[in-house]
């Protein structure tokens, strides 16, 4: 098991699906990818006789002293010249059978490629917990080590370290622990663990990689015979499960019959039925959903549907719906005769909290071919789902970012819901991809449509459709999708030089991203990941999308009106309270009606900082440079400090640590305080915070969303949480605290996550029979941004906003690549931020900007430093080897590779 270099070896490239096993005197290694820290190379392994294996398989192997999970890659017919055949090893098993299809590998190494992210790596991302696994060397006591007594003076004489061994093993029961857990507890224990293994008391194994494993319970099946010779109580159970259709599971049968297990075995033994384990799929757990039909549509919906059904393989298509416009329905008709054709849908929503109200909706009307996948899901859970998902079945995929990896065999439709969020981007661990990004290139390698819909679309999907020159700028926020049917001259001329250079610039830069990633993430290691696959091909340009919108409310509602306060006059007229007068009225009135409002705070917590009134200290976590935040738990409990970043916590101080004075203020408002302030002014509402310290729980946005459905709380106060597609018909009211949270920060994109936001959130108000109302708080109502929003000026926002954009040539006029450096050393990742920044200083065709340190430079006690990468978006520049960047990096210094970053701060 060595690496080799692939030009030495004479290898087999094989479609997945073949069938090898009669070749088998061609075909006697095979290479794999492991799945071992810090390796992403191929290893050569022989392929035992009893054992089919085809590429694409989930295998497991032996590496060094362990077993772990690789993927098989491609077969060789001779084994490499440097490696002996005598030294290979052979494959242990077969965990997975036939996970790649080949569109699906090509998917995985274009990742890979792109992000500049080990192949491993990305496997790791797209599989589900507990597949991929490793073994564990583990010691344990022989029959003469449990009977020693080693304070006894008849013990075999052992050194300390081999005393302390063996009577930390003799503490459990099954005289067993792995050695990890052993060096951990005892000092040298390697010195202590040899010595029993030489005296006969203990022996060293290796444990097998602990895999998920289908959960079986055992179930009582009742067998067509004539009952004779049955006790009362055994009548009893065969008339019980003649009333169940002849199948029950034995807990509950034993159960509903108040029997015993003995008593089924004496009716099995007569031959009357038959118990057998049988698997138990885990999934979410959700309540019985009542069935539901299609609903009419309005004109623009039907457009909308008729340009989507009318669709044949790959395309993109941007639904620009206004919030409350009806984009869920069009997805669901549009789903509908896809399932009718043996195919299935995925359908990407950017938060956990999204899932359980778009889950109910779509099981209402697809029953339980509706499976949800994202990381809330126990493993156990997400393997079944994982499965069921494999089996090819049609069925509709709901879950996050992480399902765009769902293996769905006979794909027929991509739905992106609220595309612009910027939680379809993963910032760590790597690869950093957005869900966006790969949903295209699924999609293209699928040949299948997406869907990419919003209120508020991303400035980058706006411009592709801006550029495609289907309409003019001024025309598509305001044109609906009846316009999209029939294309006149106007249109075909609009194809013209604008589109052959959008087109001829994306050709150039997908070259370019090929050419220059084909080294396959600068590690792969000794060959690039366009090597190390089964199937690859070349990276084809995206098409821009399609246009289509949904310019108006269901049932012609209004869009809610906006007040705008300035909360400078607020205070200035005396009100001191976090809530303005109209919002307090607002507040009054809700009860009275029997209406529902939501309020919205950008930060969870009680108070953002803490500071002394006396000398101005602010109390700062001691692991990064940020203030502590005020979270209050309950009355009478201890007041906690905690870091947003780290986690860390402590007890609130009764003085100041600078200067003893008792006089600590808390700053600023977060979703604890807005509740606490609420309950003060307003005890006769009832109130529910939905924000991520109150749905950290398993089932805990279901259990809150549902209880404000059903009337049980007035208001219902949180953060990003609620702005992202939550449908409430009884919400007529909607608050925003503090508007300028949003506003101010150092990120080129602030305005544009401040327009979305307030959009979002102010667009679930109003959305059933009752008019809605929105009040934005602020301290600068002039704010460009403000205003837009005052007016649901989509257009005017984008124009404005993209001005700058391209004055600055920033995304979607230009790209960026985000390096980022971390360390516990301070003076090491600022010195290697440097080197690595020179290494860039003599190349041409961007604009380097950096090294700096991030805008927080400490987090977890580690030192933070960045380059940031500029440049035109036609082509990506000639970067040096990245193989080369990553070797410039000491071991104690890890470097993240950020392709299109969201967050640059």
Known sequence: MYIHDVSLSSLVVAEPGESYQSKTNLYRWIEVLVDFPGSSDLFTYKLPEQLEIKPGDILTVPFGTQQVGAIAIRFLSQPPENLAPEKIREVEDVVSRGFFPSTYWELLNRIAAYYYTPLIQVI???????????????LRLTS?????????????????????????????????????????????????????????????????????????QKAVTLLDNNYQDLTPRQREIVEVLRRQGGESWQSELLQTCSTSTSTL??????????????????????????????????????????????????????????????????????????LNQGKSALVLVPEIG???????????????????????????????????????????????????????????????????????????????????????????????????????????????????????????????????????AEEQRSRGAEEQRSRGAEEQRSRGAEEQRSRGAGEQGSRGVGENNFISSPQSPVPSPQYLSLPERINSRPLPPIEII?????LQAGNRSIFSKSLQEALEELKERKQQGILFIHRRGHSTFVSCRSCGYVLECPNCDVSLAYHHVE?????????????????HPPHCPECSSPYLKFFGSGTQRVAQELNRQFPHLKLIRFDSDTTRNKGAHRNLLSQFANGEADLLVGTQMLTKGLDLPQVTLVGVVAADGLLHLSDYRANERTFQTLTQVAGRAGRGEDPGRVIIQTYTPEHPVIEAVKTHDYQSFCDAELEQRQALNYPPYGRLILLRFSSLDPIQVQNTAQIIATTFSDQEGFEILGPAPASILRVANRYRWQILLKFAPDALPNLPDWREIRALCPTSVSLTIDVDPINIM
């Open 265 to 338: 075995k004496a009716l099995e033994q007569k031959g009357y039925i038959v118990i057998e384990e049988r698997e138990i799929l885990r999934r979410e757990q959700s309540p019985l959903m009542a069935g539901d039909q299609a609903k009419s549509l309005t004109a623009a919906q039907t457009n909308a549907l008729e340009a989507i059904q009318s669709l044949n393989g790959f395309a993109q298509i941007l639904l620009h719906g206004v919030t409350g416009s009806g984009k869920t329905e069009v997805y669901l008709q549009a789903i509908a005769p896809l």
């Open 124 to 138: 790791r991302v797209a599989l589900p917990p507990g597949l991929l696994g490793r073994s564990q060397r583990r």
């Open 144 to 216: 003469l080590g449990k009977d020693q007594d080693v304070s006894s003076n008849t013990a075999i004489f052992m050194s300390p370290t081999a005393q302390q061994v063996i009577q930390l093993l003799q503490k459990t029961p099954t005289g067993d622990y792995s050695y990890y857990y052993i060096q951990q507890k005892v000092k040298s224990a390697y010195r202590g663990t040899r010595e029993l293994i030489r005296l006969g008391l203990a022996e060293n194994y290796l444990e097998p990689p602990r895999l998920n494993q289908p959960k079986l």
């Open 566 to 570: 300035d909360m400078r006059r607020e």
């Open 354 to 488: 999204l899932t359980p109200q778009l889950t109910d909706r779509f099981r209402a009307r697809f029953g339980n071919k509706v499976q949800v996948y994202h990381s809330a899901l126990s493993d156990g859970e997400r393997y079944d789902t994982w499965r069921q998902m494999f089996t090819g079945e049609p069925q509709v995929v709901i879950g996050t970012r992480s399902a765009i990896f769902a293996p769905l065999p006979h794909l027929g439709l991509i739905i992106l819901d609220e595309e612009h969020d910027g939680s379809f981007k993963q910032d760590s661990p790597i690869p950093t991809y957005h869900a966006r990004t790969v949903a295209q290139w699924r999609a293209e390698l699928e040949n299948c449509p997406l869907i990419l819909g919003s209120a508020t679309p991303s400035l980058e999907s706006w411009v592709s459709v801006k550029e495609q020159g289907s309409r003019g700028a001024e025309e598509q926020g305001s044109r609906g999708a009846e316009e999209q049917g029939s294309r006149g």
């Open 635 to 651: 009355e009478g409990a201890p007041q906690l400090l905690r870091c947003h970043y780290c986690n860390y916590g402590r007890s």
